[in-house]
């Protein structure tokens, strides 16, 4: 079991930054892949960033890639999203889950937090 809490969500204007964070308990957070996710109204959840176990490896969606950061810190349990030059668009619910390995399909990920609002605002 992997109890996951996200937090940095909030208010930002365009371009922007925040910085969200992902805490985690339970399984060893060293050995598993951590990817973050988001989903606006009336949309479908898609990938943002994900990250390897040991960070060495990383993958973005061509959305946020050259905006977004992921990076993660084991002996805090922690992975990070930065995000800077936000964008209106950007505003959504942002999720982070854990994985086996790097992947965008959210299928491939099993644990989930309850997510963090991210608002954007023109």
């Known amino acids: 079991q992997v109890h996951l809490v996200e937090s940095g969500g909030g208010l930002v204007q365009a371009g922007g930054s925040l910085r969200l964070s992902c805490a985690a308990s339970g399984r060893t957070f060293g050995t598993y892949a951590m990817g973050w996710f988001r989903q606006a109204p009336g949309k479908e959840r898609e990938f943002a960033a994900a990250?390897?176990?040991?960070?060495?490896?990383?993958l973005y969606a061509d959305s946020v890639k050259g905006r977004f950061t992921i990076s993660r810190d084991n002996a805090k349990n922690t992975v990070y999203l930065q995000m800077n030059s936000l964008k209106p668009e950007d505003t959504a619910v942002y999720f982070c889950?854990?994985?086996?390995?790097?992947?965008?399909?959210?299928?491939?990920?099993?644990?989930w937090g309850q997510g963090t609002q991210v608002t954007v605002s023109s």
């Open positions: 889950a854990t994985s086996r390995n790097v992947y965008s399909n959210s299928n491939d990920y099993d644990y």
């Open positions: 990250i390897s176990w040991n960070g060495g490896s990383t």
